[in-house]
Every structure is written in C-alpha cells, then in structure tokens.
C-alpha cells in the first residue's frame, strides 16, 4: 500500500504528534508498505529551525527518513508561539505542500493509494482534501485532539480581555463631566465589540467547515472515543478511534523511593505550558502548602506561552515552585525519577472532557502516582488504571487538601504497575499500528 501523510510536525523534532507518527510510520515500513510524509522543515517548539535543522533540511528537500519512509519537506514561516505567527505558518507550510506534492505525483501511476492529513494544523485537512479531489484518492482526516472544538471554545475565548477595553472602561469610569473622554471610551467599547464578534463569526466559520471535510472523508480518526461519539452525533458517517501510545520498552518504570529519602513532597508537571493546561492552580496550592508550613516541592518542566507567567506568579506568592526549560527526552526519566507524584492538568473547557493528554502515556507507564486535574475520558482513564487520584480541574481547595494527604502520607504515592499494566492492553504502540494499518486497507479496499 502507497500511503501518503500530511502533517505539519514531524521528527526529528520532538513531540506528542512527531511521537505518534514516528511509532506508527516504523511499524507500516516494517509490514512492507510504502510511506511518503509532507512536513515542514523542523521548527517546532522555537518556531525557528536550529542551526543543525537549517543545515540538514532543505526546503523542498527529498529525505530518506529514520524507518524507510521518503520525507518531502516544505516550506515554513518563523512564528513567535501566539495563534496569529503559528497560523499564517500553517498556512504558507500547506500550500507549499499542495503545490509540491502536485508536481511529484503528476503521473497517476506513482500517486498514494490512500492520503491520511492529521490536524493539527488545520489547513492541512483542506491539503489533504484538494489532492484527494483531485487524484480520486481516498482521503483519512485524522483528529489528534478535539479540533476545531478547542480552536473555537468559547469558555477560552471569553477569559482573555482586550487591554483596550480594559483601558477603555476605566476611562469611562474617570471620565465624570468630560464628555470627550467618555465619547473616546465608548468608541473604544465599540471597536473591543466588533473586534470579539468578528472573531465568533471566524471561529463558527472554521467550526462548519472543518466539520464538513470529516463528513466528507472517507473515514476519521480520532485520539479518544467520547470524541468519535461526538463526531458521530454531527453526522460523520465512519469514525474509527486509535488512541495515542507509548513504547513500553522505552519507558523505564519507577521505584519507590528509599525511607528518608527526601523530606518534602515532590510534585512535577512535565510538557507544554499554555492556557489550555490551567497550571496556576498548581502554583496556587503550592502556595497554600507552603504558608501552612507542608514540606513541598515543585517542578513545572517545559515551555509554552504560559511559562513567563507561572514563574512570575510563583515569586509573587513565594510558592515553592520551580519553572524550568524544555529538556531533551533523554533526560526525562531523571525527571520521574525525582518525583513522588506527577501532575496531569487541563482546564474546565467542554472539549477537554474528550481529550487525553498523550503524556498520561508514559506517566502511566512509568507506575509513579498521577495527580489528576482532569475530567472526562483522561480522568477515567486515571480511575480505571488506579494510577492516581483524580481532581475536579482547577480547583485550588482539592488539590490542597489532596497534597496535604500524600505529604502526610508518602505511601499514598508508592509506585504502582496498574499503570503499566492498563498502557499494555490498551495504548500498546504495535497494537495501535496493526489497527491503523487496517482502516487504511478497508478504506483503499472500498
């Protein structure tokens, strides 16, 4: 089978996507099937490329890839981490794609049996679609998380407040008898008004027609089964749910730590720190702790948009907490190995009760006690596994009373192989290849 796929991460970067297909493209080379992926030249997470990545990848550069697979790279755009750089990135990386990948398979005789474009980012679902039209290929939309949900959630959106608006409602409040300045405010408003509703109009824009192209897709994949039951319920005819996995045999499981060991409470985030995780609420109960006097511990390990924020509001509440880079995946069992407990975080939003973070994975895997801020399918997955004790998100008061507990109680985080043994019979990477491999067969087969 010649199975073309379109993605904007991919490795040697290093991430939950690049992870994915990394361990899926090894295990289709290895059943014999061909594989080409589109991908831009590596810039994730900086948004550049290093000096080694601008070295080794060329834009338009036809690589041999690490498992056999053919790695056509296009074009990117250096973006600064926020939604307006990264979006205008997907967009110029998805038409270099459209155009390259036109030119390469211009016979028919050398064209995919089967074209699977994974979101995100979203401009490549409309990629993925053009060449599907065009070839008379079938395509497979694959739905890493809950998208367009989390791109149009509404709960999200409303937090974040223009600092013009803000500046305009407290000018209208010192305005008194001066009707210029109050006339200045109302203008303000206005603007702030269409601004938001020019927004929510964009953002039910993308919602309709994303939803379109997986109703048009000869099959969906998804990440998580509550949200292939929500797709379902908008008409998508033919979901199939291939959960994201880890390798056992590359992650080590964890040993309790000796008696005496440590005297404090030791508690690690590990991943990406942007507004989707809800992290100051860790910072704020480490705070609480510490003003109680427990013993405690933590570290945020990562990067994200969020980052700068989080170790601010840690030396503002003098919380125990440390905030520290990004690290190679070399070094990340050092970090399990640190800690007593390991946190899972998201926010209230409606869309994140169908998602699963794909780091849960390997912190299940590696049997170290779980804090978990999460609802949904991730918080069951908690429950059902017994690898930790899960938490309504971001709730201060029960993530308190919770750390209080295990600092009081330490064997309350003793490792455990629940967790391991739940990653084995359902989240095993050869497992997950072997169902993905026959989607695309029954899909190519129609």
Sequence with gaps: MRILVLTHYYAPEYGAPQRRWSALVSRFIAAGHRVTVAA????????????????????????????GETVLRTAYLPHLGDIGTRTADHLVAALDALCRLRRRFGRPEDRPEVIVATAPAIPTLLVGRLLSARWGVPLVVEMRDAWPDLVTQVGGAARVVPGAVVAAVRAAGDAGERPERREGAARVLSLGRLRSSVVALAKRVVHRQVTDWQTEAYAVVTTTSRFADVLRERGVPTVHVVRNGTELSRVRAQRDHPPGDHAELRCLYLGNMGRSQGLETVVRAAAVLAREGVSLRVRL??????????????????????????????????????????????????????????????????????????????????????????????????????????????????????????????????????????????????
């Design 301 to 446: 390990v990562g990067h994200g948009v969020a980052a700068p924020a989080l170790a601010a509001l840690a030396r503002e509440l003098e919380a125990p907490v440390e905030v520290l880079p990004r690290i190679p995946h070399c070094e990340v069992g050092a970090q399990y190995a640190w800690a007593d407990s390991v946190v899972v975080s998201l926010r209230s939003w409606a869309p994140f009760a169908w998602t699963v973070p794909s780091k849960l994975y390997e912190i299940l895997a590696t049997g170290r006690h779980v804090t978990a801020l999460l609802e949904g399918e991730a918080a069951d997955i908690v429950r059902d596994s017994g690898a930790g004790d899960v938490l309504p998100p971001e709730d201060v008061a029960a993530l308190v009373e919770l750390w209080r507990g295990l600092a009081a109680d330490r064997s309350r985080t003793a490792v455990r192989a629940s967790g391991r043994n739940w990653v084995s019979e359902h989240a095993d990477d050869d497992e997950l290849a072997r169902t993905y491999l026959e989607i695309l067969r029954e899909v190519v087969a129609d």
């Design 40 to 67: 831009p030249v590596p810039h994730y997470p900086s948004g550049r490329p290093t000096v080694e990545q601008r070295r080794d990848h060329r834009v338009g550069g036809a690589e041999h890839g690490a498992h």
